[in-house]
Structures are given as structure tokens and as C-alpha cells.
């Protein structure tokens, strides 16, 4: 299995507080190499746990490489949609927004 933890520590480094006050979601993360994340943003608190949420509120399922690239913006969540690099079930307009929660280094 390859190593996410660095991914998910990049996910604590760029969540955004203020931009995710008032929102309260689940998004189930799963990726192809076999690890399975659930992330629960609960008014501007995140929370990474392994494993699976019983009622996510959208799953992500793709390959860790895409999952970096998607973290450190060289690829739009829109993008990794329609080029099929990520598939997505259940909410997928919350998917596109959630890529406005996390930060780029150096973005105000």
C-alpha cells in the first residue's frame, strides 16, 4: 500500500475554517490502492478518520497519484470528473465545491 499519510497531513495543512463555517458534510474518500478515508467537515472543524462512514454525504473514488495532484491544485475536481479520473456518488455538486475548503500554500 503506498503511504498517504503525508495526502492527509496536506488536507489538515489547507483546510480552510472560515470557509467551511456552516457547513456540515461527510465525504467518503476511496482510493484505488485500497485506502478508504472519511472526512466530516463540521463548521469550520475537520476531521480525518480511516475507514468507512456509514452515510457520507458524497464518495470519491480514485488513485492516490490523482488524489495528490487534486490536493496540491495541479488538477480541478471538475477536470478529474470528466476526464474520469474520479468517479463520484451521491452528492456531486458538494464534491465540486469542496475543493473551495482547502487552500493552495500562498492563497489568501
Known amino acids: 500500500m503506498v503511504d498517504t499519510a503525508p495526502l492527509i497531513a496536506k488536507l489538515h495543512e489547507r483546510f480552510d475554517a472560515e470557509a467551511a463555517a456552516g457547513v456540515h458534510e461527510t465525504l467518503q474518500l476511496e482510493l484505488a ?51 474520469g479520473k474520479v468517479r463520484a456518488r451521491g452528492d456531486i455538486m458538494l464534491a465540486s465545491r469542496l475543493t473551495r475548503l482547502f487552500r493552495r500554500r500562498g492563497d489568501a
Open 33 to 83: 490502492e485500497g485506502q478508504r478515508y472519511f472526512v466530516v467537515i463540521n463548521d469550520g472543524t475537520l476531521d480525518i478518520q480511516e475507514g468507512n462512514h456509514e452515510a457520507p454525504s458524497v464518495t470519491l473514488m480514485t488513485d492516490t497519484r490523482t488524489f495528490e495532484r487534486l490536493i496540491n491544485k495541479e488538477l480541478s475536481g471538475m477536470q478529474a470528473v470528466m476526464s
